[in-house]
Each structure stands twice: as structure tokens, then as C-alpha cells.
């Protein structure tokens, strides 16, 4: 595990995500920045929305995944890779490591949503169940990662994940083709907004980060505000459990603090509206933690008017109970 | 109307596909062309999804509307278009014309879906609503013509119409950036199919155009195959609503006559198993007549395997309790 200690601790840097922008070419959806006359009206201002619910596996979780992977040396792949993730992840890291012929295990929640583990078996990849309850997954993945000589790939606090999940920002800033006042991002341990933040600083520094984040999970807001990483409470509940993390990472902490400028927390309610404003009106199918960031932007939490602002629809990999159950609630369409 | 009938009779030509695309662009959504690795898999080769949904009004329709009101002299927009329609086209018409300030009167059934009449009136349309069952919607548009002076928006047989609509093709082509065999059209009364044959057989020649329609209105292929012009018993149901013409039209059908290489029917649960999978693989919210081509693709009904295939993905204004309905039938997913 030097190696891996040695990779993630090195600083993340725009011209790092440059880098995996290139070796991402081709592999990944280049998903489309999409505009919406009703959610302008709504915002008083231009909202351009980076549809990540189009990639491929759902999420923008290939983007990382697919990073690190992709620099592992042959023999390293070989040997294959381990992550421990109730979904997006797992699915982003199962669809890179086929890419590579690489054998993946993912340590998964023997209670995780149907739609995203079948989605990882469709993949190829082994699946090790533990209960959420009882058992340390963690150390369940580093001993398989110790036993079968498995590189880890962390869901977010590496360099190389951090870098990959920055290219969803590169790209909307390439294809935005305006000046962009502000970028909201849906954020759970920081990874995708830690990238963002990193090329935007570079690209575009004038251009604000914003973070949304659900109710009892919104410590990332708060530890930026205290200066220090606060931890959640892990026992609360909340739909968006893409995004329910209960701190923020080690990697990931420095540079959200050094470069998020606000923070807005999202309650279930706004974001079930949110979803049902994406079947409605966007004719995107957007899963609770993917939607947090719109949901704060539909809920008048960001300051939106008369400016330009980008949102991340960072995931779409949605129960259809859950959906169905949000349908049914027609007052929420707007 | 003798302007009407005039600019209706001329002739639909690659080089008003090309003009058409030049007044609509900065007004529509170019549209994404998306690639999914489990629908490849299933087809056997490339499909690559035009996908509609994600344009203005949730459907193609505004692209002929635009293109033909703002064609309109001055003192016509000022009187005003009238159109009949349960749906897309009508949303696509109100649309264009309050970019033209320009009055709208809709002609539509008053059972026709909320999603859809909901659409309309906050675009700031004008309704006037017709029974189903006893009243003749073109001999009221008709009167409001001529009594107002307003110009009539045919929904497919007029040029400029169909030259709009033939931008779906000329965009996907400059996107595909590949060699296309076949592009698969959802077909009702022609307007789209007839406008992409159109601009393919000036631009790629050797692609073929398919049509898919529903169980009890594909009497399209039937009249292409017979050589005139077929008629379906209007009194027949399908969920495909969009789609559910009972002719081709006049101006049409010539082309899709000597264009159109292939025909696919699909059945109701075909087309809500496409639904599903839009639901479930490709994010997107698609109406049961949008997802009549894809659904054709998923049955096996269109000659994919080791080729490269355009589908459309023309329209996503769904009711929810029809969405919810599909969602519920689990065993649709694949």
C-alpha cells in the first residue's frame, strides 16, 4: 500500500486534471450542458445544467475512477482493485476496471439498492456483502487489498479521483463559452468538488464554488465555516445518500476551504422537488444526491439572479419505488 | 390562406433543411447524440440516440414551428398563427410564437393530457378546447383563420414544417462524426421522417431511413408498401398518442415513398419496455410515441448488428401516473 499512500498524497493540481481530461477521451461521455427556459425564469437568471446523469455508469464517478485506474502499472491491474461503496462508485470503478481487463471487487451493503448493485454485477465485478450494522468495511476492503495484493480505490481522498472528477468543470467551462459567475456542486466527501474548485482556480478564478448538501448531512458547509473538519452524525437519515457523508476528506478539506464560497443545505422536500422538476421539465431522471444542487438553486438558496451559474446533475441512479413515490406527489411539479 | 397553400405546394429541398437550421440556430437546443453501452450491447453495434427530449417543449415540434413563423411577414405574425394539437406540436408553436410576439390560438381536445395543456396555456397560448368525439378541430382552426386572420400551423404538411423538423438529421450527422447505415424514425403523420429523408439524401445517400410505428397506426410502411396512401381506424387506442395519425400526409408521403427502406411495428408493451429502459440505462423521460424507434431497436426489429445506427428519441411529455405505471412493472428493466 505504498504506492497508493505515496499517489494520494501528493498535491492536487490543475494540471492534473488537464491530464486526466486526456487520458479520459474517448472512454467517457463528453455529457451536454443543457439550459432550461422554465428553471431561467424560476432563477432569474441563466442556469446552465452539466448533465453528469448522462455519463456512462449514471454518475460522474467513471471520471476517477477511470484516472487512477488507467495509471496503475500493468502489473498492479493484473492484480486488480478493491473499493467499498454502496453505489456510484462501485459502478464507476467496475465499468474502468473492465476497460482495463482488471478483476474489481467492490465491498458493498448487504441492504444497497437493487438498481446499483446489479448494476455492478452486470459489470463483472466480485461483489464481498457485509452488513452495515456489524461490520468495518474499511477493513474489510483493506485486507482483501492486503491478501490479493488489490490496489484500493478510494471513493474520494486521492489525487488521481479528485483530478478525474475536475474534468466535469473543465468540460462545462469548455462548452459554457460565457463567463460563468458561479458553480454549484453537489457534495458529499468533497471529491468531485475538490477537483472543480482546483481547475476553476486556474481557468477561471474569478468564478465562485458553491456547495449544496442535504439536511444532518451538511458538516462540509459547517467545517468550512469553523475552519476545522466537524463530522456529521452518521445515524441521521436522508434520501441522498449518494452525498451522505458524514466529513469531509483529509485530501479534499484544504482545498474546499481554501476555495468554496457558500453553502447551501437542501431538505428532502426541496429535493424531491427537484426530481420531480427534472421528469417534468428537464426529462432527465436525477437520483436525491444528484439533484441537491438544482434543489438549492429551485429552493431561491443561491444567489442565481441576474447572473450565469453552472449545476451539476451529478447522478441519476434512482430506486423506482422512490421515484414513483415522487411522481405520485403532483403538487411538487413546477 | 392562398399564401398558406402556396408556400405548403412547394417543394421540401436539402436547401431548405440548410436554411431552416440557419434561422433556428441561437433558438433551439442542439440536441446531444448519446451513446449507451448496454443498448450496444443489445443491438449488436453502434446506436447513437438523437435525443429530442432535451429540446425546447420536451419535443422535436419546435424546430418546424420556428421555422415556419418565422418566415411569417410582419403584419401575419402580428395577426397571429392558429394550430390544432393534444400536445408537442402545440407546445412547440406557442413557444416560437411568443419568441415572435406573435398571438397563438391552440385548438385542443379538452380531454387531452394536463402535462400537455398545462405546457401551453403558461406559454401564454390562447385554448380553445373541442369535443373529441362530436367536433371537427380543423374546421374550427379553419374558422379562427379565417375570422382572425391568423395563419395556420399545419403539424406536418407544409415545407416549412418539414424542412424544419429535417434539422434532427442534419445535426445528428455533423455530431455522429462517423459513417451512419441507418436512421430510425418515430413516425406519425411524416413531418420528420419526410424532412431528415429529405437533407440524408442530399448529404449521406447511402443511409436508410426506418420507421417505427405503433400496433394499429403503422399504416405508413403498409401505404409504402402498397404504393398510396393507406388509411387507420382512428377509432383504434394506443398510449403512442404523438404519433397516432391515421395517414400519411399529402406531402409527405411522395417522399417517404421513395426514401423510406424499412418499416417496424411495435407493440404497447415494446414501447413500455423502451420507457423502462430510458428510465433505467439512459436517464432520460421519453413519452411512449418518442420511444417508438428505440423500442423498435430493443425488439430486434431494425437490422443493427454490426452497424452503426441512428435512433430519435423524439419526444418526452409523459403523463406521471402513465411513467408510474411502467415503473411499477419491474421485470420491464433490462
Known amino acids: 500500500m505504498s504506492e497508493l499512500a505515496l499517489s494520494s498524497d501528493r498535491s492536487v493540481t490543475a494540471r492534473g486534471v488537464r491530464a486526466a481530461a486526456q487520458r479520459l477521451a474517448g472512454h467517457i461521455v463528453r455529457t451536454p450542458l443543457l439550459e432550461n427556459d422554465r428553471l431561467n425564469d424560476i432563477a432569474g437568471g441563466r442556469v446552465l445544467l452539466k448533465a453528469e446523469v448522462l455519463q456512462r455508469g449514471g454518475s460522474f464517478k467513471l471520471r476517477g475512477a477511470y484516472n487512477l485506474i488507467s495509471q496503475l502499472p500493468a502489473e498492479a491491474r493484473a492484480r ?22 482488471c478483476p474489481a471487487v467492490i465491498v458493498m451493503p448487504s441492504d444497497a439498492p437493487a438498481v446499483k448493485t446489479e448494476n455492478v454485477r452486470a459489470l463483472g465485478a466480485e461483489i464481498i456483502w457485509y452488513d452495515r450494522y456489524s461490520d468495518d468495511r474499511e477493513a474489510i476492503g483493506c485486507a482483501i487489498s492486503e491478501d490479493r495484493g488489490m490496489t484500493l480505490v478510494p471513493s474520494y481522498d486521492h489525487a488521481d479521483i479528485i483530478e478525474g472528477q475536475g474534468t466535469v468543470a473543465l468540460e462545462a467551462m469548455e462548452q459554457a463559452g460565457a463567463a460563468i459567475d458561479r458553480f454549484v456542486i453537489c457534495c458529499g466527501g468533497g471529491g468531485l468538488t475538490a477537483g472543480c474548485a482546483t481547475i476553476l482556480e486556474d481557468i477561471a478564478p474569478g468564478t465562485e464554488v458553491w456547495i449544496a448538501e442535504p439536511e444532518d448531512f451538511d458538516e462540509t ?15 441521521k ?38 426530481m420531480a422538476f427534472g421528469f417534468r421539465r428537464l426529462k432527465l431522471v436525477l437520483e436525491p444526491g444528484g439533484a441537491a444542487a438544482l434543489a438549492a438553486v429551485l429552493a431561491g438558496k443561491i444567489p442565481t439572479r441576474g447572473t450565469t451559474t453552472i449545476v451539476t446533475l451529478s447522478g441519476g441512479n434512482v430506486d423506482p419505488a422512490l421515484f414513483t413515490s415522487i411522481l405520485r406527489d403532483g403538487e411538487n411539479f413546477g
Chains 1, 2 share one sequence.
Open 80 to 101: 486488480g482493485v478493491v473499493a467499498w461503496s454502496s453505489g456510484n462508485h462501485a459502478t464507476g470503478v467496475a465499468i474502468a476496471a473492465r476497460a482495463f481487463d
Open 237 to 274: 437519515k436522508t434520501i441522498c445518500d449518494a452525498i451522505a457523508t458524514p466529513a469531509p476528506g483529509r485530501l479534499t478539506f484544504p482545498i474546499l476551504k481554501r476555495r468554496v464560497s457558500g453553502g447551501a443545505t437542501v431538505s428532502e422536500s426541496e429535493v424531491r422537488r427537484a
Open 221 to 235: 458547509w459547517a467545517s468550512i465555516k469553523a475552519g476545522k473538519r466537524l463530522t456529521a452524525d452518521p445515524t
